[in-house]
């Protein structure tokens, strides 16, 4: 796990300097502080900050073949390294070290740019072929490694963070108000754009050659929902599940270094600390976070019950509503856009208190995307279902959204009856489904006139849209762990996992997003994931033997960090600072009246905070990589 940069120019008679190499290098030391290197060849230049995990002796980077005509900055994990190495020793390539990172040049060597298609893990590298004059630049299959560029006609320069690319002088900070719209309306950035224009993401599952002057981007992988394995039975599926669960995480348990698990006291980080324990004679060590404050939802207790289960050495912490506060200007520091997840501050804490036992930390994520273990799943699942028996319109829907919600037992279904009038796609185009957004009475009349006249709300919407026309033909439950998958995934949930963990030089590896696991997860029918009422049917069925009870029945608390009272408590007058200062107001976005009537309406019932904490990381953004201002909060 690393952090790379590096540049091309076009014209060959150029020449990249080390001073600016070792400029990007020092905006991303936090992700690689145990070794640094760099390469420069007139054109080009790489660097790269290492974090060993494997190799440690030899792995320095950047790296090269046997004649130094093909060099490579790696960040990530290959987890069929070994495999590959054998296959790539028969073919008579010499290597020179045990890393993961040598396997890639030569892999590369036999074939091309294809090469990617043979990777099993987590990656983003960029890889220099001397003798052809190409750069090949290449982001794994679901995007858990980032991985942004800015291409002109000069050339292209690229990085692991957005900060390193903004060391380059020769990249202006230009905003983009129609990807400001963007963010509000979904609360992250989904698509390749970000919010500074000429800095885009290469998509997950997409490489990039860049030669003679031209950039060309291609796909490589895509998530495919047709269905090979509906022949199967359940008890089949079941034990394929299970042995594909296992073997993902003995993979992922691939290092030189201490490998602890991250647990959150729900399902699938217990499943994760499961696998582990099986397959290691060493101690695991668990971590886990709670909160200060009484009366919110504490997972503590349930990663208790999982750490005594498979006998780990346990170590929790508790943050404040000040500890909250104080890092929320690191926080958009380090998730370099603003996205609203409040749980990446918790996420931050419990990586520092890691970082003093392991190098490593295993994490559930992804198993609620392949699964389905959303509660809008559901939701949105059986709404579609009451559209087809009640037209929209009918006042029979609100009676059927009002049984439904008595059998399920959950308020929140009343949300739902104003969309009944929308098509499933216009709706879902908004991953956090709040119809304060969505219905047009909400965040959008906080704009100025004038920012108004500057959207397009058809541009705002065109990556999600885009996303929908490749799956149109598919049931509604896969539209929705696809749509997820390709977007609120790695755009919102491993944005947040990368860049909290290697803030504090900490890998985080993800199983359960394995391709392999995340393809047959795809293939399996809609009624083995989401039956009647019961959210990841299967999935808990294959784990039943595995998990406490206790915590495979538990309602899914979704690591509940308790911004919500917080913001509306604790630091009322600090927001209402923020958002209605003259500085704020003066960026043009919003009206102020507007914003005072959203916090007043948030105040009494909280049902905007994601709003309200959207509104303070934007104007923090703002601060942070436009005024230059260095903000404390407390």
């Known amino acids: 796990?690393?952090?790379?940069?590096?540049?091309?120019?076009?014209?060959?008679?150029?020449?990249?300097?080390?001073?600016?190499?070792?400029?990007?290098?020092?905006?991303?030391?936090?992700?690689?502080?145990?070794?640094?290197?760099?390469?420069?060849?007139?054109?080009?230049?790489?660097?790269?900050?290492?974090?060993?995990?494997?190799?440690?002796?030899?792995?320095?980077?950047?790296?090269?073949?046997?004649?130094?005509?093909?060099?490579?900055?790696?960040?990530?994990?290959?987890?069929?390294?070994?495999?590959?190495?054998?296959?790539?020793?028969?073919?008579?390539?010499?290597?020179?070290?045990?890393?993961?990172?040598?396997?890639?040049?030569?892999?590369?060597?036999?074939?091309?740019?294809?090469?990617?298609?043979?990777?099993?893990?987590?990656?983003?590298?960029?890889?220099?072929?001397?003798?052809?004059?190409?750069?090949?630049?290449?982001?794994?299959?679901?995007?858990?490694?980032?991985?942004?560029?800015?291409?002109?006609?000069?050339?292209?320069?690229?990085?692991?963070?957005?900060?390193?690319?903004?060391?380059?002088?020769?990249?202006?900070?230009?905003?983009?108000?129609?990807?400001?719209?963007?963010?509000?309306?979904?609360?992250?950035?989904?698509?390749?754009?970000?919010?500074?224009?000429?800095?885009?993401?290469?998509?997950?599952?997409?490489?990039?050659?860049?030669?003679?002057?031209?950039?060309?981007?291609?796909?490589?992988?895509?998530?495919?929902?047709?269905?090979?394995?509906?022949?199967?039975?359940?008890?089949?599926?079941?034990?394929?599940?299970?042995?594909?669960?296992?073997?993902?995480?003995?993979?992922?348990?691939?290092?030189?270094?201490?490998?602890?698990?991250?647990?959150?006291?729900?399902?699938?980080?217990?499943?994760?600390?499961?696998?582990?324990?099986?397959?290691?004679?060493?101690?695991?060590?668990?971590?886990?976070?709670?909160?200060?404050d009484a009366g919110f939802a504490d997972e503590r207790p349930y990663a208790r019950l999982a750490s005594e289960t498979f006998a780990s050495r346990h170590h929790e912490m508790t943050i404040t509503a000040d500890d909250f506060m104080a890092f929320l200007p690191k926080y958009v520091w380090h998730m370099e856009e603003p996205v609203c997840e409040p749980p990446a501050v918790a996420l931050y804490y419990v990586s520092k208190l890691a970082r003093n036992h392991v190098k490593v930390l295993l994490s559930g994520e992804g198993g609620d995307e392949a699964f389905a273990g959303y509660d809008n799943y559901r939701s949105m699942a059986w709404l579609e279902r009451l559209k087809q028996v009640w037209p929209a319109g009918n006042g029979a829907a609100s009676w059927g959204l009002s049984r439904i919600n008595s059998l399920v037992h959950s308020g929140k279904l009343a949300k739902y009856t104003p969309l009944m009038n929308a098509t499933f796609p216009n709706y879902y185009y908004s991953r956090t489904s709040t119809p304060y957004r969505y219905a047009g009475n909400g965040i959008g009349e906080l704009y100025a006139s004038d920012f108004v006249k500057s959207i397009d709300k058809e541009y705002t919407i065109e990556p999600v849209r885009r996303l929908f026309s490749k799956i149109e033909n598919q049931g509604v439950l896969d539209q929705m762990l696809y749509i997820d998958t390709k977007t609120w995934l790695p755009d919102d949930l491993l944005v947040k996992a990368d860049k909290m963990t290697m803030a504090n030089s900490l890998e985080l590896r993800v199983p359960l997003l394995d391709h392999r696991l995340l393809e047959f997860a795809a293939s399996l029918p809609a009624n083995f994931k989401l039956k009647g009422f019961a959210l990841k049917y299967i999935w808990k069925k294959a784990l039943s033997k595995r998990v406490p009870t206790s915590i495979l029945k538990r309602k899914k608390a979704g690591f509940p960090v308790p911004y919500e009272f917080w913001l509306r408590n604790n630091f009322k007058n600090q927001v209402r600072d923020i958002l209605t200062d003259r500085k704020t107001i003066e960026r043009g976005y919003f009206k102020k009246t507007a914003i005072e009537n959203l916090l007043s309406a948030n105040s009494d019932s909280g049902r905007y905070s994601k709003e309200v904490f959207s509104l303070v990381a934007l104007e923090l953004w703002h601060r942070l990589f436009f005024d230059g201002e260095a903000v404390t909060l407390s």
């Open 1 to 292: 796990m690393c952090g790379i940069c590096g540049k091309l120019e076009f014209d060959r008679n150029a020449s990249v300097g080390a001073p600016l190499i070792r400029a990007m290098l020092d905006t991303i030391r936090h992700r690689g502080p145990d070794d640094q290197g760099f390469y420069l060849s007139s054109q080009v230049g790489f660097g790269h900050a290492r974090l060993s995990i494997i190799d440690l002796n030899s792995g320095h980077q950047p790296l090269s073949n046997e004649d130094g005509t093909v060099w490579i900055v790696f960040n990530g994990e290959i987890y069929n390294y070994r495999e590959l190495r054998t296959f790539l020793l028969a073919k008579g390539h010499t290597l020179k070290t045990q890393s993961d990172t040598e396997v890639i040049v030569h892999l590369y060597e036999e074939l091309g740019p294809q090469c990617v298609e043979k990777l099993r893990g987590m990656f983003a590298f960029a890889l220099w072929n001397e003798n052809t004059k190409e750069l090949f630049l290449a982001r794994d299959r679901v995007g858990i490694k980032p991985l942004y560029y800015s291409l002109n006609d000069q050339g292209i320069v690229f990085a692991s963070e957005i900060k390193a690319i903004l060391a380059d002088p020769a990249v202006s900070r230009n905003l983009a108000p129609e990807i400001v719209d963007r963010f509000l309306t979904f609360l992250y950035v989904p698509g390749e754009e970000t919010l500074l224009k000429g800095i885009r993401k290469l998509a997950p599952g997409h490489y990039l050659l860049a030669k003679n002057g031209k950039a060309e981007i291609r796909q490589y992988w895509d998530l495919s929902f047709r269905k090979p394995a509906e022949s199967l039975s359940i008890e089949e599926a079941e034990t394929q599940l299970s042995n594909l669960l296992a073997e993902a995480v003995e993979l992922h348990m691939i290092a030189d270094v201490p490998v602890g698990v991250l647990l959150s006291g729900g399902v699938d980080s217990t499943a994760v600390l499961s696998c582990a324990a099986e397959r290691t004679n060493k101690e695991i060590s668990t971590f886990t976070v709670g909160f200060s």
